[in-house]
């Protein structure tokens, strides 16, 4: 089993920025070689996928989010990191990274705890 730990979320102005990460560790766990990625929760609504990130560090983005946020990974600090600039209402969720898998990105691991972005005036 994998552990997640997200931080970075806040409550910024539109037009703001954020940096998330995620801390992954595990006993049987190569973070290098995994797709990872952020998904997220908007308040009454279903958990969607943000951003996914290859071992090879190939991207995929969710339409509304392309062009202004951006996955990284770490891979000596088993870290992965979602910038997020130019942030819009629309975008206050709680963010979560999971391992993925298969073409649809399929979460992988249980939940972590999240972290809350509240994008607001």
């Known amino acids: 089993q994998v552990q997640l730990v997200e931080s970075g979320g806040g409550l910024v102005q539109p037009g703001g920025s954020l940096r998330l990460s995620c801390a992954a560790s595990?006993?049987?766990?190569?973070?290098?070689?995994?797709?990872m990625a952020w998904y997220r929760q908007p308040p009454g609504k279903q958990r969607e996928l943000v951003a996914v990130i290859t071992s090879g560090s190939r991207t995929n983005y969710l339409d509304s989010v392309k062009g202004r946020f951006t996955i990284s990974r770490d891979n000596a600090k088993n870290t992965l990191y979602l910038q997020m600039n130019s942030l819009k209402p629309e975008d206050t969720a709680v963010y979560y990274c999971n391992r993925a898998l298969g073409s649809d990105y399929r979460p992988i691991d249980s939940w972590g705890q999240g972290t809350q972005v509240t994008i607001s005036s």
């Open positions: 595990g006993s049987i766990f190569s973070f290098s070689i995994e797709t």
